[in-house]
């Protein structure tokens, strides 16, 4: 980013965007938690103020397989979150405002902050550590600090904030840390955000203010022999496990390769009624004989053949819907692959649909 000139810069009005358009700069940068006229503080007599902006951040998709413990790595203007993981990362300069009429850019100081988020399956508490660094302030006259920096956080209630940042003064080539954390203690589930408010001063300018929310965040205390923890519910873990099971990840395939979903909800609500749909009115094929690799020997009680449905009968999309089937899977692969998706579930905070017609939360399926 080019640097605006040091002298005074002219404007005709007082909106950030009007402001950063009189900059020898880039275009300028989008303010969308800006009030309309760029200041936070009213004062009829002419004054000096800080106008806060922000480039716009987008989400980005995050594509880690099984990995829900994966660390995303944000360039700026990127957001992403993984189950457990995430990160944020902003662009913004700070205007200091000569409030006359016209009035006249005195300093503009660039700054970037990077967010990284922590969640955990069995902590009630998301950890964002904050790295905030000045690269690049230009006052009238010559180089020189910008203006000092402190935040405050909240989150809507049982969850609370604790803001462990010192602030400072943004100095060029400075760097201030800290950690925010939110605990929430809700005794069954709750989904909400954490909400920064960015306060901007300056022993020669009214303060300016910027709010900028985390991710969404969710913490429960629904899993049945499990601690409370929280997850980050934008990212749709994936299960892979599944694979390692011969019989059943080919039957997996096989019917996602033909039209079944690769994404369920889950609705154990709804098991009994999917499952006689399909495997209810399965019969073993006359003359039936086990295919290559299956266990040996076929008198044994779990090498017997057993009917494996997909889509997963527990789950929104299962039953006989378009693209569904089944296949004869060795009985203890069967087994398995029940243990596996429920340590899957716990693994990952997959929440089980509330009620028959509420579906649970949604997981891929690779095969």
């Known amino acids: 980013m080019r640097s605006p000139s040091p002298r005074t810069a002219a404007v005709s009005v007082a909106t950030a965007a009007a402001l950063a358009a009189a900059l020898a700069a880039p275009p300028a940068l989008a303010s969308p938690h800006v009030p309309a ?40 203007g990127e957001w992403k979150v993984t189950r457990f993981r995430g990160c944020k990362a902003i662009q913004g300069r700070v205007l200091t405002v000569a409030m006359t009429v016209p009035p006249m850019i005195l300093g503009v100081t660039h700054f970037t902050a990077t967010h990284s988020y922590q969640a955990a399956a069995n902590s009630r508490t998301v950890t964002d550590k904050l790295t905030w660094r000045t690269t690049k302030t230009t006052m009238r006259g010559g180089r020189g600090p910008g203006p000092n920096l402190t935040i405050k956080s909240k989150c809507e209630a049982p969850c609370s904030a604790t803001t462990k940042f010192k ?9 201030l840390t800290g950690t925010i954390t939110f605990h929430d203690t809700t005794p069954k589930v709750h989904q909400t955000q954490g ?45 892979t496990s599944l694979a390692k099971l011969k019989f059943v990840g080919a039957n997996i395939r096989r019917l996602q390769a033909r039209g079944a979903p690769k994404v369920l909800h889950r609705n154990s609500w709804l098991e009994d009624l999917n499952r006689g749909q399909v495997c209810g009115r399965a019969k073993l094929p006359a003359g039936w004989k086990p295919p290559k690799g299956w266990p040996r020997p076929l008198s044994a009680k779990l090498n017997k053949p057993s009917c494996d449905e997909y889509a997963f009968a527990r789950t929104d999309e299962g039953g006989a819907k378009p693209g569904n089937g089944y296949g004869w899977v060795p009985l203890r692969e069967n087994n398995a692959q029940g243990g596996l998706l429920s340590g899957f579930f716990k693994q990952n905070r997959v929440l089980d649909a509330a009620s028959i017609l509420q579906p649970g939360d949604p997981f891929r399926v690779k095969a």
């Open 37 to 76: 006229a760029g200041v936070t503080v009213a004062d009829p007599q002419p004054a000096h103020r800080l106008v806060i902006e922000q480039e716009p951040v987008r989400a980005k998709p995050v594509r880690v397989g099984g990995r829900a413990l994966a660390v995303p790595s944000c360039k700026p």
């Open 167 to 175: 602030g400072g003064l943004m100095r060029p080539g400075k760097t």
């Open 195 to 239: 909400t920064y408010l960015l306060i901007f001063t300056s022993t020669f300018a009214l303060p300016g203010t910027y709010e900028t929310p985390s991710p969404q965040f969710r913490c429960d205390n629904l899993m049945p022999g499990q601690r409370a923890g929280c997850v980050f519910p934008g990212a749709v873990p994936t299960v």
